[in-house]
């Protein structure tokens, strides 16, 4: 399986962007899928997770900000993020379960700042 991200980059504090994830390669066992991010100096944190039939998590710090969907018939998710924060300025990567593998994108980075 591979994970490849799109849609990062710069954007205001307030502002919004729309990351991707296209899955390939060995596609039809894939189950969870998730957004992870990083940023310097922290430890990797889920941002929000979608099982295969659309059951979303959320980490408390973007709940009613972001939201994560996901198109099978195209094997990508989504995140939708809005009202960003300086805070929210991290590498994001793509995270899949394939029969119990973990699978990982590159990442991409946002990066919130006026």
């Known amino acids: 399986v591979q994970l490849v991200e799109y849609g990062g980059g710069p954007v205001q504090p307030g502002g919004a962007l729309r990351l991707s994830c296209a899955a390939s390669?060995?596609?039809?066992?894939?189950?969870?899928m998730a957004w992870y991010r990083q940023s310097p100096g922290k430890l990797r944190e889920l941002v929000a997770h979608i099982s295969r039939v659309g059951i979303t998590n959320y980490a408390n710090s973007v709940k009613g900000r972001f939201t994560i969907s996901r198109d099978n018939a195209k094997n990508t998710i989504y995140l939708e993020m809005n009202n960003l924060r300086p805070e929210d300025t991290a590498v994001y990567s793509c995270?899949?379960?394939?029969?119990?593998?973990?699978?990982w994108g590159q990442g991409t980075q946002v990066t919130v700042s006026s």
């Open positions: 390669g060995n596609v039809f066992d894939i189950d969870n």
């Open positions: 995270w899949a379960d394939s029969m119990g593998d973990p699978y």
